[in-house]
């Protein structure tokens, strides 16, 4: 069998030496005896990697002690609710920058629980960011929702890491709110982190579910109900942090974009330079459109050679 090489966005390759360590804790976790997939949330077992891996989360990102860190349940689109939920009361309405269809969807979610007011032009594709000087920022927002790791003055603002989460150093200090599903950049699927900054709690809709609600859960210690249990985060500190993974993304997003770049235009990346991702690089072949024949045989040729999950999201 060829050897594979996993380029799926998420769930997202784990890196080899941490699947030996899961082999090695599954059946006998620290010397319980047992496996942490079966370990109550509630043991001492438990309580000490929550607190260990929150610690983690806190050194890595060199998370303010005013800022909360929770894992909790329902991924990256259970706070595209969350978000709202908790804070959209603070004025009624809240900003969007909608960049793409994450964001999109995000601002379609909130909605469902107050005015949300799409900051930035509408556009058919998103193949880069409108420049800033066209956002219509409300100053009464309870927040601003970004995709990015775009920084903004006056209200919270309110970021959806998902797909770079501790893929480089950002300064928490600046965000009201961080979060994104563990399956793209630190672990596996089912658990979102969340870091919420201590002022932004207590503002939760009543209607807002105890499952969603971050005071509810910072309360429960992200125990409040039973959590899925792996991460990756004790393996990126382990390699050297942020810095490392930053260098590596470049490292490796660089080895595509430069074939693309050398290709005469057989491959074709539509996103503007300036909004380039390191993190997934969509690309056509043949010209900007695609030609249908010719991705799916480069797709059929890839497979072959072990590389899978190459068809992402266009
Ligand atoms: C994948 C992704 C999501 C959705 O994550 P789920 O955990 O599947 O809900 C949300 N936002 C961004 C930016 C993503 O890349």
Request: glycine share 8%; aromatic share 8%; with cysteine.
């Amino acid at each position: 069998m060829v050897k594979i090489h996993n380029f799926g966005a998420g769930p997202a390759k784990l890196p080899e030496e941490v699947y030996e360590i899961i082999k090695k804790e599954l059946t006998n976790y620290e010397n319980s005896g047992i496996s942490l997939l079966e370990t109550s949330h509630r043991s001492g077992t438990y309580l000490k990697l929550n607190t260990e891996i929150q610690a983690v989360v806190r050194r890595l990102l060199n998370v303010p002690d005013n800022y909360k860190i929770l894992f909790l349940s329902g991924g990256g689109q259970g706070e595209f609710a969350a978000v709202p939920l908790n804070l959209i009361s603070r004025t009624g309405t809240a900003d969007y920058v909608v960049t793409g269809a994450w964001s999109a969807k995000a601002a379609k979610e909130a909605k469902k629980y107050g005015k949300v007011n799409v900051v930035t032009p509408h556009t058919e594709r998103y193949e880069g960011i409108p420049d800033q000087s066209t956002w219509k920022l409300d100053p009464n927002a309870s927040y601003v929702h970004i995709c990015t790791n775009e920084t903004i003055h006056g209200v919270p603002l309110v970021a959806d890491m998902s797909s770079n989460f501790m893929s480089k150093k950002v300064d928490v200090s600046k965000f009201g709110v961080i979060y994104g599903g563990a399956q793209k950049n630190i672990g596996t699927s089912g658990v979102a982190l969340v870091i919420v900054r201590e002022d932004l709690l207590n503002h939760a809709l009543p209607i807002c579910p105890s499952i969603l609600d971050w005071t509810v859960n910072v309360k429960a210690d992200s125990i409040l109900n039973t959590p899925p249990m792996f991460a990756v985060l004790q393996w990126i500190e382990s390699k050297g942090g942020l810095e490392k993974m930053a260098e590596l993304a470049t490292k490796k997003s660089s080895l595509v974009y430069n074939i693309i770049e050398e290709s005469n235009g057989f491959y074709y990346a539509p996103v503007a330079k300036n909004a380039r991702s390191k993190m997934n690089i969509p690309f056509r072949i043949g010209s900007a459109k695609g030609d249908d024949a010719l991705e799916k045989e480069f797709l059929k040729g890839a497979e072959a050679l072990g590389l899978i999950q190459l068809k992402g999201h266009r």
